[in-house]
């Protein structure tokens, strides 16, 4: 008899029998039924040892294996299962704990420059303690989700890259995304679970309170944060500061021309502006007057005109200077606010441009001056992502009231990046349209979502109050492989992986169904979320989580395509006319499962953050480099053209457009415009409105945007500075800077 | 006095105060709907994509 046993880990213990006897019985046990008498558990352990000693075995796994061999061999087949089960359990474990401590060392030790792992999400520094915090909580997370709550077809399609389950680690807890409407949530104060905030009452309060409501929300869901109507509802916040500054500007007025003191000013203006049918407004001022002096006698009229003129003057002036610097606070904020611990700050969307009042004006004009003018040092700023709605009527005319917005907005995108461009009038968007509403108007959140048909409720098409609940993504090109050049072959794999996407997306549902309005105090016991205001605390969130969108979406359709035909939709006709099939495919897919559960499956042209280099590297293993399919780093986002190809950028809008109309859950296209976009205007409004044009539904263009932080230029910097002359890394004399300082404003000393 | 001024050159050519040494230029890029102020926290794949993106012709 071994007197030895050599553990897992290479050490020895002494051998014991009895813990071999504990075992059995404990699997015995579990069973239930065929009880082993201790008798037999003595002869059951007794014949494994003999056969040990007999076949001198001492290491662990051995001796498991004697254990399920002498099991069978006795008839007690079930308490072999049961073994073999409570063995793989602790392999799992045991695996679990060398898997999950490999990742915890790298998150620990390696800079995230040298770790892939650590660069997951571009927007978080994994470097600092939290985001290595939020890292440690996610992997772990994914680890539970993959080997104790996933179905297994599910947790095998997505490890082995067939399928990838976007925000798994959050799968147990929340949703994706949200629309806020802020006008429904000011309206009466709100909580934050933190403290309660009453109505606000001037542009910085309302530019304050957005923020906080972005950050509030983004704590309770894994995905970005979105303001679908911003311009209406910060235009609230200007009227208020107006009428505020034109009382004031008006009583000022008159302490000066009365010789009156400050309080009897103020006294008179309330009792002169008392009983007219409306307020003061930024629009209304020649309406206002008139009403004003209508309200009055003959003597009192000179003065009145002369103080309305004035208040009116000095109003605008002073609404317009808060305006601009509430919307500057707004940018600040939301690019040093924390959430998630501190590890990142909220990822959030404005969508603005149709609100044509004098107010709603003012806040997008200020907005985008503010934008343009960069940051603290000039920068840019990362957030929020910026959507411009483009639409007839509105803003795309020059005849439009906010054309000039429009404009504006363009010009701010060739030297931010941003605005980007939502096109109310392609006709999957105009559909939903009503002159005047807000909430007919598609809102894109920045990641591409769009969420706005509601099959679960079809009187309540509209943008605000919901978002998305979860998306997973079909890897195309694997499906282009295993078909081997056959098409039919192709749409036959493609629909077993929608069928598994549906049936994880509605596993997935369940589980978001299952939980409470108090797990969510804000999004759901603020009544941000549709219909959640109707519901107590203590309410399950299922039914109005139905507002919100289940959705699939796919990656690489261009290297799925060259799989199959040897070229992509850049280079052939027939490869674009397939592309739309296989799109319309998915399509008809989402709205079949959509009318047969009333949930809102939709589709999404996938923003591929983590998930393109994680396809192809799997694909590369078991494939190999393959030419046009596996020989880069990264699959090709969704239904775009390859980076890499070259092309006109007209040809590569035309191509991409109609699949804009297919990817009813979103979608984005891009143009690389070469040098500095804010030297050729021209160019950029051509290309913007040719997307309208063609049906683009979200679009944005892409340009060098560069800047040195020692001179402070915003540009194209190629090898060397054009303002200092310096070189990456160089110094510049001090001299030169002060020199350059005198030039331009926006040198950084 | 010749070499007056050349010493006096030569005092102040060592005074002179360089600044920005080491540091690098910030390059903003788009990734999949999103800023990102520096290239270093991309992945490896979208660095890989940011790098082979090609210009597209307006014309
Ligand atoms: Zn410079």
């Known amino acids: 008899m071994a007197k030895q046993i050599v553990k897992r880990d290479g050490c020895s213990v002494l051998f014991d029998s009895s813990k071999i006897l504990n075992a059995i019985a404990k699997a015995n046990k579990a069973v239930g039924e065929e009880e082993i008498t201790a008798t037999g558990l003595l002869f059951v352990t007794e014949e494994v040892c003999r056969l040990l000693e007999a076949r001198s075995l001492s290491n662990v796994e051995e001796i498991q294996d004697v254990v399920e061999e002498v099991l069978i061999r006795f008839g007690f087949s079930k308490t072999a299962k049961a073994y073999i089960l409570y063995r793989a359990e602790h392999t799992k474990i045991r695996d679990a704990e060398t898997y999950l401590m490999d990742i915890y060392k790298k998150l620990t030790w390696a800079p995230a420059k040298e770790e892939d792992i650590k660069r997951e999400n571009a927007n978080i520094d994994g470097d600092t303690a939290m985001g290595t915090m939020l890292r440690y909580g996610s992997e772990g997370s994914k680890f539970f989700i993959d080997n104790y709550v996933l179905p297994k077809d599910a947790a095998a399609g997505h490890a082995n890259g067939d399928i990838h389950i976007h925000d798994k680690d959050f799968y147990m807890l929340t949703e994706t995304c949200c629309q806020i409407d802020l006008i429904r949530l000011f309206k009466k104060g709100f909580s934050t679970g933190h403290g309660y905030l009453r109505e606000p009452n001037s542009i910085e309060s309302y530019a304050a309170l957005a923020c906080i409501a972005l950050q509030a929300n983004q704590n309770e869901m894994h995905g970005g944060q979105s303001i679908p109507n911003f311009d209406f509802a910060m235009a609230q916040g200007v009227n208020k500061t107006f009428r505020k500054e034109y009382v004031a500007a008006f009583a000022c007025f008159l302490e000066v021309k009365n010789e009156l003191d400050a309080a009897e000013a103020v006294a008179r203006t309330e009792v002169l502006l008392q009983g007219l049918p409306y307020q003061p407004t930024l629009g209304n001022g020649e309406a206002f007057g008139q009403a004003l002096l209508a309200c009055h006698g003959e003597t009192m009229r000179p003065l009145l005109a002369k103080t309305h003129l004035h208040a009116t003057q000095k109003a605008i002036q002073a609404t317009r200077r808060r305006t601009y610097q509430a919307m500057e606070a707004f940018i600040h904020n939301l690019n040093t606010m924390n959430s998630r611990a501190g590890a990142q700050v909220p990822f959030s969307s404005v969508n603005y441009g149709t609100d044509v009042s004098a107010e709603g004006r003012m806040v997008v004009e200020n907005l985008l001056l503010a934008t343009k003018a960069g940051l603290g040092n000039g920068e840019t700023s990362i957030f929020p992502v910026q959507i411009f709605k483009v639409k007839a009527g509105v803003s795309f005319n020059p005849e439009d009231p906010n054309y000039d917005l429009f404009r504006l907005a363009m010009e701010t995108s060739a030297r931010r990046l941003f605005p980007n461009f939502s096109f109310l009038d392609a006709p999957f968007n105009a559909q939903y349209y009503r002159e005047g509403d807000y909430n007919s108007e598609v809102a894109y959140m920045g990641c591409r979502t769009r969420v706005i048909g509601n099959v679960y409720d079809t009187e309540r098409q509209v943008t605000c109050g919901r978002g998305n609940l979860s998306f997973t993504t079909v890897n195309l090109p694997r499906l282009g492989l295993e078909a081997k050049g056959n098409t039919a072959a192709f749409f036959t794999l493609l629909d077993e992986r929608i069928d598994l996407v549906f049936r994880q997306l509605l596993h997935r549902f369940k589980v978001q169904g299952s939980k409470k309005v108090y797990n969510y105090p804000f999004l759901m016991g603020q009544g941000i979320w549709l219909d959640s205001e109707h519901l107590k605390w203590e309410d399950s969130i299922e039914e109005v989580l139905k507002h919100g969108t289940l959705t699939i979406g796919f990656i690489g359709l261009a290297e799925a395509l060259y799989a199959l035909l040897g070229k992509h939709h850049g280079q052939c006709e027939q490869a674009q006319a397939l592309g739309l099939q296989i799109v319309q495919h998915l399509r008809r897919r989402a709205d079949e499962k959509a009318r047969e559960t009333g949930l809102n499956f939709s589709l999404i042209a996938t923003p591929a953050e983590g998930l393109s280099g994680r396809f192809v590297a799997l694909d590369k293993q078991r494939y190999g480099t393959l030419e046009g399919i596996t020989d880069k780093d990264y699959y090709t986002n969704s239904f775009h053209v390859p980076v890499s190809f070259s092309i006109a950028a007209f040809r590569k809008i035309q191509l991409e457009a109609p699949y804009h109309a297919l990817t009813n859950a979103g979608h984005i296209s891009y143009v690389e415009l070469d040098g500095d976009a804010s030297k050729n205007l021209e160019a950029f409004e051509t290309i913007v409105r040719f997307m309208h044009a063609q049906g683009v539904g979200y679009g944005s263009i892409n340009h060098p945007l560069d800047r040195d932080p020692v001179c402070g230029y915003i540009g194209v910097i190629d090898d060397c500075c054009p303002r200092c002359g310096r070189k990456e890394g160089e110094g510049v004399s001090e001299e030169a800077l002060l020199q350059l300082k005198k030039q331009y404003h926006d040198v950084p000393m | ?59």
């Open chain 2, 1 to 59: 006095m010749l070499l007056d001024t050349q010493c006096t050159d030569k005092k102040v050519a060592t005074e002179v105060k360089m600044v920005g040494a080491g540091q690098g230029f910030e390059r903003t890029r788009r990734i999949t709907g999103y800023l990102v102020g520096t290239l270093e926290r991309f992945n490896n794949a979208k660095r890989a994509e940011e790098r082979e993106r090609v210009k597209h012709g307006a014309a």
